[in-house]
Each structure stands twice: as C-alpha cells, then as structure tokens.
C-alpha cells in the first residue's frame, strides 16, 4: 500500500504532493484542507484548489506550516528537480521485468522496494512519474499500478509507436501541405529540407494510403488535421502528391482504389498457374497436330496496327443460292484452364483489358493472352471455330460450333484490308464486306440503331515542361471496319442462339425494350446521336436469351473477345465444355450466381477506361485555352446548351447568353473555353461564337 493510503483522511498541511497536469506531473504544496478538496501552493507561486481524487498516491515529506512563500517555493524547486533526476536514472524496464511474472498489480511503494532497501519520498515519488510514463509496460488504476502482460506490452508499443508518428506526421504535415500547395500554385518546387526523413516517409504514406483508399479513416484524420489553412480541394491528396513528387505528374488513382494493377508485372505473382496453362496448352497442340494438320480455311484478322491480343478471325464464301458461308475463329484461352485458381480468381477481377493513351494492359498475362492465344499468323492456335449460313436477306439460317485448331493465314490491319477490298471485288475480303452490308441491312430492317461517330486518337508526347496531348480523328476504313463488326455481332448472336437451341446456359447482353418508330437507321450527325442516345437504354447481363433491342437481334451473348472480356471468357468456357463433354461448365444457377460480382466489378474497371481518356481530353483543351473548338449544338434548354465536340467525342454546356437570341438544334460554333479542370472534370465556356465555313 501507498504511504498516503497509510495516512488517515487527506495529507496534512506542509506536505508535499503531486498531481497530473496535461499528462505531466506537478508537484505543490498543502495550505489546508477544504473537506474533499485541498488547497495547494505550486511551484509557480499560485494558489488553486484540486480535488482530493487527483492528488497522486504518494506524498511527503511534510514541512513546518508556518513556511514562508519563499520557502514553499524552494522547496518544491529542489524535490522536483531531485525527482526529475532520479526518474530519469530508473531502468523501467527492469521494474517491470522484476514484477511482471509476480504480481497483477501493486501500490508505488512495492515497486520502490524492488530497487532501494528503504525508498525516500523523493525515490518513491520519481518511480510514480517513471511508472506513469510506461503506458506500454504499466497502467495506472489509482492508487494502484497495474504490470501489463508481454503480449500487452507488444500490443501497446506498437500502437505508441503509431501514434507517436501520426503526431509527428501531423505537426510536420502542416508545413509540408502549406510548401506544396504554394508550389502546385506557382507551378514551383516546393522546399521540405526542414522536414524530418521520418516525419516526410509518414506524410508519403499518408498521401499513398488515401490515393488508394480515400475513406481510409486513420489516414483521413491525419490528413485532415495537416491540412488545415488549405483550401478544400476534392483531389488535395492528389495534388500535394504530385506537388511532391511521389507520383507522376498525371497519376490516376482509379486503378489503385479498386485494385487492378496497371501493366503485366501483377502476371508474376501467378507464375505456376501460367505454367500449368502453358503445359496444357503444349500437350493438347502436340496430341491435335498429329491428328491432323491445322485448319487455315484462308482465316484472316483485321486488327489496328497496334494490336497483340488478336482474338478473331475470319472467312467466308459466297454460296450458290445467294447466301454466304461465314467462318469466324476466335481464340480459346479457356483450353486447359484451371477455374477455381488464383489466377482465374484475379482475371475475374480485371473483368477486362484497358486501352488507355498510355498504356494497354491486357487482361490476361501476356505470356497467356498475347504468346499462347493471339491468333498470330501461320502458328497453330486452339480456336472455337463458329461455322454459319446466312441467307441471301442476311438472316441467320444455322450455326455449328466446332473445337478446331487453326494457323491464321493473314494477319492484317484496317489500312491493309481496306486496300485488298477496293482493290480486288472478287477476293474473299470483299466478300466479306459485301455480307456485312447484307447483315447491317437486315438488322436495320428489324430495329438496330448504330452509331457511326469518329474515333480520337491521342497522342501522349513527352517534352521538358510535361506531357503534351494531341489530337486527331483515327483515319477510317468503312469497308473493313463494317466487315469487322458485323462479324463480331454475327458471332454473338450465333452463340446466343446455340446456345438457347441446345439448352447450354450463357451470359447474354439484354435489352429488352421498346424503341419508338424510326429510330432503327444509322445515325452518324452529332445532334441526332444525341437525341436518339436519349431513348436507348443501358444493356443489362442476364442468363436468360432476351432480344437487345439496338443490336437488332433475338438474342445476344457476347463471346467474340475471350482474351480482353472475362464475360466472353466464361462463355467460350460454357461452350467447350458442352462440345467435348456434352455438359457445360456451369448450370444456369451456378452462372447467374456469378452475376453479380461480375457486373459489379466490370462498373468499377469500366470507369478507368471512361474516366481516364477523358481526362486527357480535357487537358488537351487546358493546354489550348486560346484556340476555338468547333461544335454541334444538340440540346437547347432555357438556361444552358449542350454542344458536341466531334474532334474529341465529348458534350459540353455552355449558358444560353452566349448563344444570341436563335439557336437551332444542329447548328455549329466556335467553342473557346476561359478554365478547364482535368481533376474535376469541369469546364467553362467563355465564347460561343458563329462557325463560318
């Protein structure tokens, strides 16, 4: 028990004692005593009054009451610093060491006997502000001391440690956000030299954490406590970041916050399930080659320049009664393919490729998707061989899906094949685009609305005072281009339909709606895209074969693109398993429970590959304040105008005061913009003037 447990009632006048002031301990001493409250002189020369519940549980030694101020004073002086020195001469540690396999708990003075024989007060009273200072090795429950466990004790010490660098974060924040906010404004390099190493690692990791994850709490309230002074950006962390050069100058958090790596680095963490893939893929290629020689047919793809991942083919042949035999081979990643892995649990979760302007990250591993599966020219490939008829009306008339394997005969880019169709009318490309007009026709003639609008191409040029974007409309090959897509919607439609007709469950794209009447057309001016965009809504995945509405079509289940859409993955996966085994992979059930994760996942990737050349558009028109912008006005309300920008696919609104008293819907104007904001997605129009041609 504690000496002033021993005493009766509270310590007496002329005693020392202390008590806890902002967590520090002061010592004073006692004029008299006021029924639960003392009345005290400290060591500042004030009188105060303080309950008797916060003086600590040691006192002494007790003095003449007829002291003077002075002598008050000095004697409190010198205890104090007697303490403070002994205090800081005590191995805690070894306190704790020597107790803590003993007792649970104990009063000040049994500690003090651990270490002298007979303890003073001045010892007994410096061990108490030693023991209170241990939060990671003691706890104070008055008048007692509590020895915490060694599991505690680990428990404690890091959890002192955080907080100790979160205050440390905090108070160095303010000077470093205060720099870096400066340097963002006056486009400058901030000065942080006076920023510890320690204190800058933690306000990185502060800036990181809410880039990833910006409802990270623990980072937030450091964060919001630093920032203090500052205005209120939406994107602060974003900007003090690249101020500091943590991040690149354009970093997109997007990919961070939902967690889809950036690449093909993220492939190496799932390097034995690419080998069982690469094995499977070797052994089947070595046991299909010795049955037969590969199928060419005269398959050829058409793909940009650019393109790795090249996942389709085609060919086709013009039959005697009108109609047209249409061959398409799409590449099959799913040979050999273990489900259930690591690796197919991460490819669900990139849902799909990226085609970014600056980058292309590929769903699959690259050793995968691009050196395995690509349908590269001359080289055997497993492929799903979709064999068709189509009537002389274009209608679908049948389909045989076959498992085959295939050396494509030509790869060739849109440029290429739109030379060899205008060039040569009685080569198998010609044909080809000839049924694509014949299938666009049909689907027309029962619904479809298409869009034709130019495609931007931008261009990332790196130069000494950051990146510059430009411009430019992609050149256009109708002819191939048509050929291409119709292909591809033929395809999907086939597999729908199979798939219905033989009980094998897919994904299909729905839209199941009704479409006023003349809408079906090809839409291709910038105000009619406009409006007809208007009454079309958005396709939903479902399970169930229903009609999609603007495809012109009964059914549709995409399976086209099986290395860059883990949809057409898993549909590709239904139908092998039902041709080599009679059995789909996954009944209805089964697949319609995946739906939600799937479609979840695919709203958040779908953001960066929405959110991210926009951005860029929008720093394209910052960087070109000055010049006029030609648009089409394609919606007219009473305070505002919505104008198309072609050159950039994108719609801005501008007030109508700028406009003049007539406006017509269609009509085009020079655009100039006064404040662009690529972070905020903002944009002002300053100048709205007439388009003279």
Same mark, same amino acid.
């Given at each position: 028990?504690?000496?002033?447990?021993?005493?009766?009632?509270?310590?007496?006048?002329?005693?020392?004692?202390?008590?806890?002031?902002?967590?520090?301990?002061?010592?004073a001493?006692?004029?008299?005593? !006021?029924?639960?409250?003392?009345?005290?002189f400290?060591?500042?020369?004030?009188e105060?009054?303080?309950?008797?519940?916060?003086?600590?549980?040691?006192?002494?030694?007790?003095?003449?009451t007829?002291?003077?101020r002075?002598?008050?004073?000095?004697?409190?002086?010198?205890?104090?610093?007697?303490?403070?020195q002994?205090?800081?001469?005590?191995?805690?540690l070894?306190?704790?060491?020597?107790?803590?396999?003993?007792?649970?708990?104990?009063?000040?003075?049994?500690?003090?006997?651990?270490?002298?024989?007979?303890p003073?007060?001045?010892?007994?009273?410096a061990?108490?502000?030693?023991?209170?200072?241990?939060?990671?090795?003691?706890?104070?429950?008055?008048?007692?001391?509590?020895?915490?466990?060694?599991?505690?004790?680990?428990?404690?010490?890091?959890?002192?440690?955080? &907080?100790?660098?979160?205050?440390?974060?905090?108070?160095?924040?303010?000077?470093?956000?205060?720099?870096?906010?400066?340097a963002?404004?006056?486009?400058?390099?901030?000065?942080?030299?006076?920023?510890r190493?320690?204190a800058?690692?933690?306000l990185?990791d502060?800036l990181?954490?809410?880039?990833?994850?910006?409802?990270?709490?623990?980072a937030?309230?450091?964060?919001?406590?630093?920032?203090k002074?500052?205005?209120d950006?939406?994107?602060l962390?974003?900007?003090?970041?690249?101020?500091?050069?943590v991040?690149?100058?354009?970093y997109?958090?997007l990919?961070?916050?939902?967690?889809?790596?950036?690449? %093909?680095?993220?492939?190496?963490?799932?390097?034995?399930?690419?080998?069982a893939?690469?094995?499977?893929?070797?052994?089947?290629?070595?046991?299909?080659?010795?049955?037969?020689?590969?199928?060419?047919?005269?398959?050829?793809?058409?793909?940009?320049?650019?393109?790795?991942d090249?996942?389709d083919?085609?060919?086709?042949e013009?039959?005697?009664?009108?109609?047209?035999?249409?061959?398409?081979?799409?590449?099959?990643?799913t040979?050999?393919?273990?489900?259930?892995?690591?690796? %197919?649990?991460?490819?669900?979760?990139?849902?799909?490729?990226?085609?970014?302007?600056?980058?292309?990250t590929h769903?699959?591993?690259?050793?995968?998707?691009?050196?395995?599966?690509s349908?590269?020219?001359?080289?055997?490939?497993?492929?799903l061989?979709?064999?068709?008829?189509?009537?002389?009306t274009?209608?679908? &008339?049948?389909?045989?899906?076959?498992?085959?394997?295939?050396?494509?005969?030509?790869?060739?880019?849109?440029?290429?094949?739109?030379?060899?169709?205008a060039?040569?009318p009685?080569?198998?490309?010609?044909?080809?685009?000839?049924?694509?007009?014949?299938?666009?026709?049909?689907?027309?003639a029962h619904?479809?609305?298409?869009?034709?609008?130019?495609d931007?191409?931008?261009?990332l040029?790196?130069?000494?005072?950051?990146?510059?974007?430009?411009?430019?409309?992609?050149?256009?090959?109708?002819?191939?281009?048509?050929?291409?897509?119709?292909?591809?919607?033929?395809?999907? !439609?086939?597999?729908?339909?199979w798939?219905?007709?033989?009980?094998?469950?897919?994904?299909?794209?729905?839209?199941?709606?009704?479409?006023?009447?003349?809408?079906?057309?090809?839409?291709s001016?910038?105000?009619?895209?406009?409006?007809?965009?208007?009454?079309?809504?958005?396709?939903?995945a479902?399970?169930e074969p229903?009609p999609?509405?603007?495809?012109g079509?009964?059914?549709?289940?995409?399976?086209?693109?099986?290395?860059?859409?883990?949809?057409?993955?898993?549909?590709?996966?239904?139908?092998?398993?039902?041709?080599?085994?009679?059995?789909?992979?996954?009944?209805?059930?089964?697949?319609?429970?995946?739906?939600?994760?799937?479609?979840?996942?695919?709203?958040?990737?779908?953001?960066?590959?929405?959110f991210?050349p926009?951005?860029?558009?929008?720093?394209h028109?910052?960087?070109?304040l000055d010049?006029?912008?030609?648009?089409v006005?394609?919606d007219?309300?009473?305070?505002?105008?919505?104008?198309?920008?072609?050159?950039l696919?994108?719609?801005?609104?501008?007030?109508?005061?700028?406009?003049?008293?007539?406006?017509?819907l269609?009509?085009?104007?020079?655009?100039?913009?006064?404040?662009?904001?690529p972070?905020l997605?903002?944009?002002?129009?300053?100048?709205?003037?007439?388009?003279v041609?």
């Open positions: 028990m504690s000496r002033w447990i021993k005493t009766a009632g509270a310590p007496r006048p002329g005693a020392l004692v202390e008590f806890l002031h902002g967590d520090r301990c002061q010592a001493w006692v004029l008299d005593d !006021q029924s639960s409250r003392l009345r005290l400290t060591a500042t020369g004030r105060i009054k303080l309950p008797l519940n916060r003086v600590l549980p040691w006192t002494g030694p007790v003095y003449d007829q002291a003077g002075t002598e008050m004073e000095q004697r409190l002086q010198e205890h104090t610093a007697r303490r403070e002994l205090a800081g001469e005590i191995d805690i070894e306190i704790w060491e020597l107790s803590q396999d003993d007792v649970n708990k104990a009063a000040v003075d049994f500690f003090a006997e651990l270490i002298w024989e007979a003073d007060t001045d010892q007994i009273a061990l108490g502000r030693a023991m209170l200072e241990a939060k990671t090795h003691f706890k104070f429950q008055p008048p007692m001391f509590e020895v915490n466990s060694r599991e505690l004790v680990e428990k404690k010490t890091i959890e002192l440690e955080a &907080q100790r660098r979160r205050e440390q974060a905090t108070q160095a924040g303010r000077e470093a956000f205060k720099a870096l906010w400066s963002h404004c006056s486009k400058s390099k901030a000065n942080l030299e006076n920023i190493p320690e800058a690692a933690a990185r502060v990181f954490a809410l880039l990833k994850n910006p409802g990270d709490t623990e937030a309230a450091i964060f919001n406590e630093a920032k002074g500052l205005p950006h939406p994107c962390a974003l900007i003090l970041a690249r101020a500091w050069g991040v690149d100058e354009h997109d958090p990919p961070a916050q939902i967690g889809y790596d950036l690449g %093909d680095c993220w492939a190496a963490r799932f390097e034995d399930d690419v080998q893939v690469r094995g499977a893929f070797d052994q089947s290629k070595v046991e299909a080659l010795a049955r037969k020689a590969p199928l060419t047919a005269g398959l050829v793809s058409i793909d940009a320049a650019t393109t790795e090249r996942d083919a085609i060919a086709v013009s039959l005697p009664d009108g109609g047209y035999r249409a061959l398409v081979a799409l590449s099959r990643p040979m050999g393919w273990r489900f259930g892995s690591a690796l %197919d649990a991460e490819i669900m979760s990139r849902s799909t490729s990226l085609y970014l302007p600056e980058s292309v769903m699959l591993p690259e050793a995968v998707g691009v050196n395995l599966f349908l590269a020219e001359g080289l055997p490939r497993p492929i061989l979709l064999d068709m008829r189509i009537g002389d274009g209608d679908l &008339q049948s389909v045989t899906p076959r498992l085959e394997w295939a050396a494509i005969e030509r790869n060739m880019t849109y440029e290429q094949a739109e030379r060899a169709i060039e040569d009685a080569s198998m490309l010609a044909q080809a685009h000839a049924l694509a007009e014949l299938l666009r026709k049909h689907r027309i619904g479809a609305v298409i869009i034709d609008r130019p931007p191409d931008i261009s040029e790196r130069a000494e005072d950051g990146v510059k974007v430009r411009i430019d409309l992609k050149p256009e090959y109708p002819a191939a281009a048509l050929a291409v897509s119709e292909f591809m919607v033929l395809a999907n !439609q086939a597999a729908a339909r798939g219905k007709e033989h009980g094998v469950p897919l994904i299909h794209r729905t839209q199941d709606i009704h479409l006023p009447e003349g809408l079906a057309g090809v839409w001016h910038p105000a009619d895209i406009y409006q007809v965009v208007r009454h079309l809504a958005p396709p939903v479902e399970v229903k999609h509405a603007s495809v079509v009964d059914a549709y289940s995409p399976v086209s693109s099986p290395l860059r859409r883990y949809v057409d993955f898993l549909n590709m996966a239904q139908i092998e398993s039902f041709l080599e085994s009679g059995q789909p992979r996954l009944d209805k059930e089964s697949l319609a429970g995946l739906l939600p994760q799937i479609n979840a996942r695919s709203q958040e990737v779908s953001q960066i590959q929405r991210r926009r951005y860029w558009k929008l720093l028109l910052r960087q070109n010049a006029q912008h030609k648009a006005l394609v007219d309300s009473q305070t505002f105008c919505s104008f198309a920008l072609p050159q696919q994108i719609y801005v609104r501008a007030p109508k005061d700028l406009l003049g008293d007539k406006t017509r269609g009509e085009e104007r020079l655009l100039r913009f006064n404040r662009v904001d972070l997605n903002d944009m002002r129009v300053c100048e709205a003037s007439e388009f041609d």
